[in-house]
């Protein structure tokens, strides 16, 4: 629980800094204002994926949110009415996006590159400190 609990907060903090990005686009370095956003995304699904499967191996994680920001951007390239309309909501926009782009993937997989390797340092760095109290 508490795993899924560090999750969770994390994700609010991306989210706050996605959506941070987005409004302060203006004031960002360009390469900053272009790219952060879809970076961000990939992240925070990244993390929410890890909320909801904890317990999966880190690269079933990494998996799953490869797969379903792929999806999620191909689904870009669809336009009925009924998903265009979801997309002109807020909601829909932020997470649907609006418009099939070839660099989104690559944020989406610097992104997701990114939870996972700090997912990792932060559970070798946490091993390293109970070694330690346990001798």
Not at 18 to 37: H, K, M, N
Not at 45 to 51: D, Q, R, T
Request: glycine share 8%; charged share 15%; proline share 1%.
């Amino acid at each position: 629980m508490r795993t899924r609990l560090i999750y969770l907060a994390t994700a609010a903090a991306v989210l706050l800094m996605g959506l941070a990005s987005r409004s302060y686009r203006s004031q960002l370095p360009t390469f900053v204002a272009e790219y952060a956003g879809d970076t961000f995304w990939a992240l925070l699904l990244f993390l929410l994926i890890s909320a909801t499967f904890a317990g999966r191996r880190l690269r079933e994680r990494i998996a799953l949110a490869l797969v379903l920001a792929l999806l999620v951007e191909l689904s870009q390239l669809y336009h009925a009415p009924w998903i265009d309309s979801l997309r002109r909501t807020t909601l829909g926009g932020l997470v649907l996006g609006f418009g099939f782009l070839w660099t989104d993937l690559w944020c989406y997989a610097v992104g997701i590159a990114l939870g996972a390797v700090v997912e990792s340092l932060a559970k070798r760095v946490i091993g390293k400190i109970q070694a330690r109290r346990a001798t």
